[in-house]
Nanobody, 126 residues
Framework: QVQLVESGGGLVKNGDALRLSCVAS????????VAWFRQAPGKSREFVAG????????YAEKFAKGRFTISRTNTKDTLFLQIMNMEIEDTAVYYC???????????????????WGQGTQVTVSS
């Protein structure tokens, strides 16, 4: 199975930019579709963006307005999430998730991902 470790979270200010990283180990990274989810306080976990093992990116509609950019570097087995112009509503625990190749595009449902990182806390202050 694949192991995932997120990093890059922390306390940032409204309007700042942040890049989250997720390093994978244990299996061939290119065989996996990977995604970012987030869970805000008191809310359910939601899909942010994903990249399939074929390299196709997709975003949840609310995150497809340019502030969020997902990318992966297969040579370093790393997934990234760049967040620009951060907002207080971006405060959440951000998780990366992986599933071995199944569909051309990354799934959007958390139940479709068997492998998860421990999460990284992002807190945005005013």
């Amino acid at each position: 199975q694949v192991q995932l470790v997120e990093s890059g979270g922390g306390l940032v200010k409204n309007g700042d930019a942040l890049r989250l990283s997720c390093v994978a180990s244990g299996r061939t990274f290119t065989d996996y579709s990977v995604a970012w989810f987030r869970q805000a306080p008191g809310k359910s976990r939601e899909f942010v963006a994903g990249i399939s093992w074929t390299g196709v990116s997709r975003y949840a509609e609310k995150f497809a307005k340019g502030r969020f950019t997902i990318s992966r570097t297969n040579t370093k087995d790393t997934l990234f999430l760049q967040i620009m112009n951060m907002e207080i509503e971006d405060t959440a625990v951000y998780y990366c998730a992986a599933v071995r190749r199944n569909t051309v595009v990354a799934p959007t449902q958390s139940d479709d991902y068997p492998y998860w990182g421990q999460g990284t806390q992002v807190t945005v202050s005013s």
